[in-house]
């Protein structure tokens, strides 16, 4: 596996530029899987869950083709759609998940293993074989493989979820496009992601109303045609640029970064001492003095993001005063915090809370990835701490930031990718 070399001391400056969301892109491809033909999304990030859905795409019979110069991706769908996808190439990414709705709607069966991904968290299923039980679909474990069969069309039904999950909004609420009648999920999930999984939808022929709001209603249609779709944004990638320019106390230009879709977070940047200023063509974080603690509560959106837990902690570690930050979306996020304390970090987790004093120093060290956005939380501490820190794992960051290196290079940073330490 190969590492991250981070030196610490520089100062984030310049423009950096926001790629299309993989929390988007990943069910938007899955969308595809709902019209016979060839879809085309642009604003793809070149990152690997791409490329593993891609794969998940292919099993199921779908032809898939990247541009990288245009970053698009074109996807051509066959009239029959396979019901299983790879067992191994499923379990690589949680997100092969969402293939369960469409596919369940469009051929009356869908196989998907038990997904892998991060490790995160239980990360149980419920909600989506619950929803999806209540559209009318058997749905059944057979030796690790999640079996979801319908005898005839999908029915229209009302579905209150649990909790506002993104991916089982995501999963009925793509079923739902295609059932008899009309499906009501209440409680969903409001994310920009799912807004923009909406308006794809939309561009296919779905009627659906309430997008971005805890509220859809699905009238079924009968078939939906193949589209053109641009991406949204990455929230959590401007984020985590927004972060890093305020720990580094640099001055940073996040072009195409959507502020609306950050509210909270920007907000939260500028008690702890940032100033943003909000452009036409993304925003501006300049920081001219140290940052002062803030306490963080993670929410579904429009709350704080989880996936920007890990780079707040960091954020904090180096923050002057004493942080409270809670986490309520995933049970193992503060993993993390086990490497942040590697560098020199001053915290205490219990449960959900993890209390962050500032330290004098952080020390570079080696230290572990262990999902996506704790490796780039591990990124922005190396950053401010002294001598080099050594990320291995980046597999993982790889999965979510593309280009991540020569991004935060194009900034100013000392980060290097290497290949594995010698054992
Ligand atoms: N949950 C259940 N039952 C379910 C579904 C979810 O208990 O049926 C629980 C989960 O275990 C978790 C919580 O509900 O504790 C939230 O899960 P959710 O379904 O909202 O998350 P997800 O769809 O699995 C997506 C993103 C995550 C992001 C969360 C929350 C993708 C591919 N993943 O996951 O992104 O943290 O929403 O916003 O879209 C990341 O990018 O680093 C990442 C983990």
């Known amino acids: 596996m ?20 993989k929390n988007s892109v990943l069910k938007l491809m899955a ?64 997100a092969s998940v969402v293939v369960l709705g469409p596919l369940v709607a469009r051929c009356g069966e869908a196989r998907v293993a038990l997904p892998g991904g991060d490790a995160i968290g239980a990360r149980a299923l419920d909600m989506h ?17 999640l079996v979801a069969r319908s005898s005839g069309r999908l029915q229209g039904a009302s579905i209150w979820l649990d909790f506002p999950s993104v991916g089982a909004t995501e999963n009925l609420m793509m079923a739902g496009a295609l059932a008899k009648g009309t499906t009501v999920i209440d409680n969903a999930a409001r994310e920009p992601e799912i807004a923009d999984l909406c308006a794809m939808l939309t561009a296919m022929g779905a009627k659906l109303d309430g997008a971005g709001t805890s509220t859809l209603v699905i009238d079924g249609v009968d078939e939906l045609r193949p589209t053109v779709h641009d991406t949204v944004a990455d929230r959590i990638v401007a984020g985590t640029f927004a972060i890093g320019a305020l720990m580094t106390g640099g001055d940073v230009l996040i072009r195409g970064g ?17 100033t943003v200023d909000v452009r036409g063509d993304g925003f501006r974080v300049v920081a001219d003095r140290p940052p002062r603690s803030i306490d963080v509560v993670t929410l579904p959106y429009p709350g704080f993001p989880t996936d920007l837990l890990p780079q707040t902690i960091a954020l904090e570690a180096v923050s002057e005063g004493v942080s409270l930050i809670t986490e309520n979306v995933f049970d193992s996020r503060f993993v993390f915090c086990r490497e942040l304390l590697k560098l020199g970090a001053d915290l205490r987790t219990d449960g959900h809370h993890v209390v962050v004093r500032r330290t004098d120093r952080l020390v570079g060290a080696p230290v572990v990835a262990s999902d996506v956005r704790a490796g780039a939380g591990l990124v922005l501490a190396g950053l401010v701490a002294d001598g080099t820190t050594d990320v291995s794992e980046v597999h993982h960051i790889d999965r979510g930031y593309a280009g991540f290196v020569e991004q935060l290079r194009d900034l100013g940073a000392n980060v290097r990718r290497e290949p594995p330490a010698a054992r």
């Open 2 to 21: 190969e590492r991250f070399l981070v030196t610490g001391g520089s100062r984030l400056a310049g423009e950096v530029g926001v790629p299309g969301a």
């Open 31 to 94: 969308a595809s899987l709902l019209a016979h033909g060839r879809t085309t999304l642009r604003a793809v990030p070149d990152i690997l869950d791409v490329e593993v859905m891609a794969d998940v795409l292919r099993a199921l019979g779908a032809a898939v083709d990247r541009d990288l110069t245009r970053e698009s991706l074109s996807i051509d769908v066959p009239a029959r759609p396979g019901a299983a996808a790879d067992s191994d190439i499923v379990r690589r990414i949680r």
């Open 129 to 145: 074989v619950n929803g999806l039980t209540k559209l009318g679909a058997v749905v059944d474990v057979e030796a690790g493989t």
């Open 258 to 274: 959507r502020a609306d879709h950050l509210d909270i977070v920007l907000d939260k940047l500028t008690t702890a001492g940032a």
